[in-house]
């Protein structure tokens, strides 16, 4: 069986690697934009969604089933950080949020560099086989990314001239 159809037939591969280009792609919008509003938390909940499942189904990526590498390490630690990353915000602590989640972002980085470039594993021979359908996989998660960011936006208050009659006028 081709790597193609490896990915195809493993349902928790499958997850893991949309979970993993997901929070690959989506991370920057949070990383570069303003932060503090609604767009930030909205796309961060997602992201530490994706981040979740893909460290969760990487245990049960590898054959055999549930063996351990430092990739598992990487997701246990991925795990307790974006974990301390969210507590931290929630008590005001800023530094520590950028720091937990920055870093697991990095991680993340780093599990896929090395899934990417390692020979043996799937997503290289995949690039390898068929070039074209990795392109539009990745044009489809910036894609995705670019979505979220759409549906988290929110509106935008009106400004100029005539925002001050609008509001009174709705009131």
């Given at each position: ?88 915000i929630?008590?005001?602590?800023r ?46 998660a910036?894609?995705a ?27």
């Open positions: 069986m081709d790597a193609f159809g490896h990915l195809l037939s493993t349902p928790i591969l499958l997850l893991h690697v949309i979970a993993s280009v997901y929070a690959l792609a989506v991370g920057p919008i949070n990383l570069l934009r303003r932060r503090r509003d609604r767009t930030h938390r909205g796309i961060g909940r997602t992201w530490v969604l994706a981040m979740f499942v893909s460290a969760l189904t990487s245990f049960a990526v590898q054959q055999p089933f549930l063996a351990f590498s430092w990739l598992h390490a990487l997701s246990l630690w991925t795990m307790a950080s974006i974990s301390l990353g969210v507590a931290a929630r008590r005001g602590n530094p520590a949020h950028v720091g937990h989640l920055v870093g697991s972002y990095l991680g993340l980085w780093a599990a896929f560099l090395w899934a990417a470039l390692a020979p043996d594993r799937t997503i290289a021979q995949i690039v390898a086989q068929a070039p074209v359908t990795a392109g539009v996989t990745g044009l489809l910036v894609t990314a670019v979505g979220t960011y759409w549906v988290f936006r929110g509106p935008h208050p009106q400004s100029g001239p005539h925002a001050t009659q609008e509001i009174m006028h709705r009131a």
